[in-house]
């Protein structure tokens, strides 16, 4: 299914491409950076949307499996993603 992803750092979406894969990271909401849970490993990226967009309406998504997918939309609010792009 396809999930629509906030990154924390919007910049790294001017690297990803439809077909590139990545490991989707969370940072749950009051949670020190090093406690980054893997969300998703090998996600395909589906769609690029406003990589440039300077209002928070830039979005990455991603195909996920169903858990993958309730993994990520069930995160509290203000929790932080980020993604590892494969080679």
Known sequence: ???PV???EPAALAVLRPGAR???LVVP???APVEAGLVASGA???DVVGGDA???SSALYLALRP???QRAVGQPEGSRFAV???G
């Open 1 to 3: 299914m396809g999930v």
């Open 6 to 8: 906030r990154l924390a």
């Open 22 to 24: 990545v490991d989707l």
């Open 29 to 31: 909401a009051g949670r």
């Open 44 to 46: 395909l990226v589906l």
């Open 54 to 56: 300077a209002d928070g």
């Open 67 to 69: 858990d993958q997918a």
């Open 84 to 86: 590892v792009v494969r």
